[in-house]
């Protein structure tokens, strides 16, 4: 699984990190999202995709 995020675009909504909150985590200072696993195990798989399809700014792209 490729992770990409456009870490420009993201407004820190932190959808992501409650879909998948093994993988995605938020700056402190500004909810920039942070990627803690640029290769997640297989069983990630369903998270990350749900994490990039709830991102308001669509700033993650996953390719599994």
Do not use: T, W
């Not at 995020?5 to 999202?33: S, Y």
């Amino acid at each position: 699984m490729q992770i990409s995020i456009d870490f420009d675009k993201c407004c820190g909504a932190g959808q992501c990190v409650l879909a998948a909150p093994d993988v995605f985590d938020q700056r402190d200072e500004d909810g920039i999202v942070v990627l803690l696993d640029d290769n997640p195990p297989a069983d990630q798989a369903e998270n990350v995709v749900q994490a990039a399809a709830v991102c308001p700014a669509a700033v993650i792209q996953v390719q599994l």
